[in-house]
């Protein structure tokens, strides 16, 4: 019989991950989703080494891994090439030395299968939900119809306004840089198992992450940085002027970039998002939702399978819920913070007009970087490893 029943407000990454695990300690769960169907879409991103770790606990990793490529690390350049990074994962010590370039479906797919298989999971779809926290017990409003449960857990993503009322000390700004994304063969010559970047000033950035592997090579996602403004008036004429741009900017990835049509990019906007306490009563906010950073250090999604983990690892000890959601904080919330931090720091060495920020990238950064502690300070940060903590 399961023993108490749960919300879940956002059918993401966070959201199954968080419903599998919640159903394995025996609550009843309900995934609450706006969209009217399943949405495996999305580009692709780095999943660091804990975030392949919480797959396993799952038991996906295996069919996820053989749908993305290991990746070794990151390299980035000016287009002066002069080198600004070369970060390795071989580095790291621990079991799992390589993050996981995989496209968003990959992951989606196998945590969608994995929650749709459980009968103590249900979904409701095309659902516009309002949530009550003023009780002890969280209720949730469909239409004219409401039901209470013993938790709740917000994992809407970071466009999401669920939590603007009961959170109201919740930071959320939009960052001004954007980008532009991609899917694409990766170029010839390029490594498949590397995160290749380059830059020129602070103003323009590209990257290329492998993804998959095809019949036909090898699937990569290109990022290309937009500011507001480019952004804000990107249309179909447009488009043939930054693909130029991009072709000229990358030579040797042109040929990749050339049978690119305009409906084949994305433009994605980030939001720096900070919760100081993403709790109250018992509604529990996690991933995108909670803490959201720019994409340049490759964390979101290693992020919110953590937040999932965590919690379930938080519940199980049988504790009362409140101390149960104390406990996850007090483990999750130095490396949320740490993370934000490193992300609101570098993201302008990398997405700016001013010159100082490159500037100081170049020549005081990348120099600096290639002092051993500094190194490993930075090879571990990609790779989700400072101030990670779980219950096993
Ligand atoms: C369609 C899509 C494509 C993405 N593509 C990329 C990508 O290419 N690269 C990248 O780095 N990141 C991408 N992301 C973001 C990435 O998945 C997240 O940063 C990360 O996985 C953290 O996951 P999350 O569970 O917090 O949020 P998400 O995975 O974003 O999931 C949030 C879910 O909540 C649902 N939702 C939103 N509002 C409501 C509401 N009011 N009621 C109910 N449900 C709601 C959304 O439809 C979504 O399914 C994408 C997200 C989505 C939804």
Same mark, same amino acid.
């Given at each position: 019989m399961p023993k108490k029943s749960i919300a879940i407000i956002g059918?993401?990454?966070? *959201?199954? =991950? &968080? @419903?599998?695990?919640?159903?394995?300690?025996?609550?009843?769960?309900? !995934?609450? $989703?706006?969209?009217?169907?399943?949405?495996?879409?999305?580009?692709?991103?780095?999943?660091?080494?804990?975030?392949?770790? +919480?797959?396993? /606990?799952?038991?996906?990793? $295996? /069919? +996820? /891994?053989?749908? &993305? +490529?290991?990746?070794?690390?990151?390299?980035?350049?000016?287009? @002066?090439?002069?080198?600004?990074?070369?970060?390795?994962? =071989?580095?790291?010590?621990?079991?799992?030395?390589?993050?996981? *370039? +995989?496209?968003? &479906?990959?992951?989606?797919?196998?945590?969608?299968?994995?929650?749709?298989?459980? /009968? &103590? !999971?249900?979904?409701?779809?095309?659902?516009?939900?309002?949530?009550?926290?003023?009780n002890e017990q969280p209720s949730i409003q469909l239409g004219s119809s409401t039901q209470e449960y013993h938790l709740c857990v917000l994992a809407s993503g970071s466009n999401s306004h669920l939590a603007d009322a009961i959170f109201p000390d919740r930071v959320k700004k939009p960052y001004q840089w954007k980008c532009l994304w991609a899917n694409i063969k990766l170029p010839i010559d390029f490594s498949e198992n590397k995160l290749h970047q380059r830059c020129h000033h602070a103003s323009k950035m590209m990257g290329i992450l492998p993804v998959c592997r095809s019949h036909d090579g090898v699937d990569a996602v290109l990022y290309w940085s937009l500011s507001e403004e480019e952004a804000g008036c990107f249309s179909e004429q447009s488009f043939i002027v930054i693909k130029q741009e991009i072709m000229r900017f990358w030579p040797e990835a042109s040929m990749s970039i050339e049978p690119l049509e305009y409906a084949d990019f994305i433009v994605a906007n980030y939001n720096d998002i900070w919760t100081p306490k993403p709790f109250h009563k018992n509604c529990i906010l996690i991933g995108d939702i909670s803490h959201s950073t720019s994409p340049q250090l490759g964390q979101g999604c290693t992020m919110a399978l953590l937040d999932s983990w965590l919690l379930a690892q938080c519940l199980d000890s049988g504790q009362d819920t409140q101390d149960s959601l104390n406990e996850w904080w007090r483990l999750r919330k130095r490396q949320v913070k740490y993370v934000r931090y490193v992300s609101k720091l570098l993201t302008p060495l990398y997405q700016s007009d001013k010159k100082i920020f490159w500037w100081f990238r170049d020549y005081i950064v990348a120099p600096l970087g290639k002092v051993p502690w500094l190194y490993k300070l930075q090879i571990n940060t990609l790779a989700s490893n400072v101030f990670l903590k779980t219950k096993r």
């Amino acid at each position: 019989m399961p023993k108490k029943s749960i919300a879940i407000i956002g059918g993401g990454i966070g *959201g199954l =991950s &968080s @419903a599998t695990f919640l159903a394995r300690l025996g609550y009843k769960v309900t !995934i609450y $989703e706006k969209a009217k169907g399943p949405r495996p879409f999305g580009a692709g991103f780095l999943l660091q080494p804990p975030g392949q770790k +919480v797959l396993a /606990e799952l038991g996906v990793l $295996e /069919e +996820v /891994e053989q749908l &993305s +490529v290991p990746i070794d690390g990151l390299v980035s350049k000016t287009s @002066a090439d002069r080198q600004l990074l070369n970060l390795n994962y =071989s580095h790291i010590q621990g079991n799992r030395m390589h993050g996981l *370039g +995989v496209q968003r &479906s990959s992951i989606y797919n196998a945590l969608y299968n994995l929650a749709l298989s459980r /009968e &103590s !999971i249900d979904f409701v779809w095309g659902a516009d939900v309002v949530l009550n926290n003023a009780n002890e017990q969280p209720s949730i409003q469909l239409g004219s119809s409401t039901q209470e449960y013993h938790l709740c857990v917000l994992a809407s993503g970071s466009n999401s306004h669920l939590a603007d009322a009961i959170f109201p000390d919740r930071v959320k700004k939009p960052y001004q840089w954007k980008c532009l994304w991609a899917n694409i063969k990766l170029p010839i010559d390029f490594s498949e198992n590397k995160l290749h970047q380059r830059c020129h000033h602070a103003s323009k950035m590209m990257g290329i992450l492998p993804v998959c592997r095809s019949h036909d090579g090898v699937d990569a996602v290109l990022y290309w940085s937009l500011s507001e403004e480019e952004a804000g008036c990107f249309s179909e004429q447009s488009f043939i002027v930054i693909k130029q741009e991009i072709m000229r900017f990358w030579p040797e990835a042109s040929m990749s970039i050339e049978p690119l049509e305009y409906a084949d990019f994305i433009v994605a906007n980030y939001n720096d998002i900070w919760t100081p306490k993403p709790f109250h009563k018992n509604c529990i906010l996690i991933g995108d939702i909670s803490h959201s950073t720019s994409p340049q250090l490759g964390q979101g999604c290693t992020m919110a399978l953590l937040d999932s983990w965590l919690l379930a690892q938080c519940l199980d000890s049988g504790q009362d819920t409140q101390d149960s959601l104390n406990e996850w904080w007090r483990l999750r919330k130095r490396q949320v913070k740490y993370v934000r931090y490193v992300s609101k720091l570098l993201t302008p060495l990398y997405q700016s007009d001013k010159k100082i920020f490159w500037w100081f990238r170049d020549y005081i950064v990348a120099p600096l970087g290639k002092v051993p502690w500094l190194y490993k300070l930075q090879i571990n940060t990609l790779a989700s490893n400072v101030f990670l903590k779980t219950k096993r």
